[in-house]
């Protein structure tokens, strides 16, 4: 069994960053990719970023070049550093893990975390 445990979330200005860390209990690096969705209001959960078992990454469109996500093996976290944060990156954050590959659907994945809101005002 996976639990994962989101922080970091809260409010910011426009042009703002966070960094959301994703803490992990088991084993989790070395079995599961780990990735970040988000859900806005109204809307399907988003693919924003996964980091598969070997340590590739891959980023959605809208968040790349902005967002960077890492992993502390020792510490067993992820980690997502958001920058220059825009409105429309409000959402729920969540973090999750699933197949080693990477996925951007959230359907493959198996463990999710209770997710972290993240409010960028204008």
């Known amino acids: 069994q996976v639990q994962l445990v989101e922080s970091g979330g809260g409010l910011v200005q426009a042009g703002g960053s966070l960094r959301l860390s994703c803490a992990a209990s088991?084993?989790?690096?070395?079995?599961?990719?780990m990735a970040w969705f988000r859900q806005a209001p109204g809307k399907e959960r988003e693919f924003v970023v996964t980091i598969t078992r070997s340590g590739g990454t891959y980023y959605a469109d809208p968040v790349k070049g902005r967002f960077t996500i890492s992993r502390d093996i020792r510490k067993n976290t992820v980690y997502l550093q958001m920058n220059s944060l825009k409105p429309e990156d409000t959402a729920v954050y969540y973090c999750?893990?699933?197949?080693?590959?990477?996925?951007?659907?959230?359907?493959?994945?198996?463990?999710w975390g209770q997710g972290t809101q993240v409010t960028v005002s204008s």
């Open positions: 999750a893990a699933g197949p080693g590959g990477g996925s951007r659907y959230y359907t493959e994945y198996d463990y």
């Open positions: 088991g084993r989790t690096f070395s079995s599961y990719a």
